[in-house]
Nanobody
Framework: QVQLVESGGGLVQAGGSLRLSCATS????????IGWFRQAPGKEREFVAA????????YYEDSVKGRFTISRDNAKNTVYLQMNTLKPEDTAVYYC????????????????WGQGTQVTVSS
């Protein structure tokens, strides 16, 4: 059974950085795409970034381009989201999700989800 576990959230000042981790297990992820989503209070869950496990495709939402970097460590079965130059509007619960095949940008297209990790950016 596919399992995803996020970690690395926390409280940071505007302009700071955090690195989120998504540890994966229970599947052969070479055929999967892993996405990061976020959901702020009162708002819908939105796409942030995604990659195919092979690394052949990476995609970012426009507001995080140049600030966030998605990557993976095959040996650790972990996907990371490095977040730099954080802004108060980045405050949300961040989720990782898995689907196959290929990247998608809508939450309904992902079959597996982690429990989420809170990111709070103070101004």
């Amino acid at each position: 059974q596919v399992q995803l576990v996020e970690s690395g959230g926390g409280l940071v000042q505007a302009g700071g950085s955090l690195r989120l981790s998504c540890a994966t297990s229970g599947g052969t992820f070479s055929s999967y795409a892993i996405g990061w989503f976020r959901q702020a209070p009162g708002k819908e869950r939105e796409f942030v970034a995604a990659l195919t496990w092979s690394g052949s495709s990476i995609y970012y939402e426009d507001s995080v381009k140049g600030r966030f970097t998605i990557s993976r460590d095959n040996a650790k079965n972990t996907v990371y989201l490095q977040m730099n130059t954080l802004k108060p509007e980045d405050t949300a619960v961040y989720y990782c999700a898995a689907r196959r095949p290929g990247i998608a940008t809508t939450p309904g297209q992902y079959a597996y989800w982690g429990q989420g990790t809170q990111v709070t950016v103070s101004s």
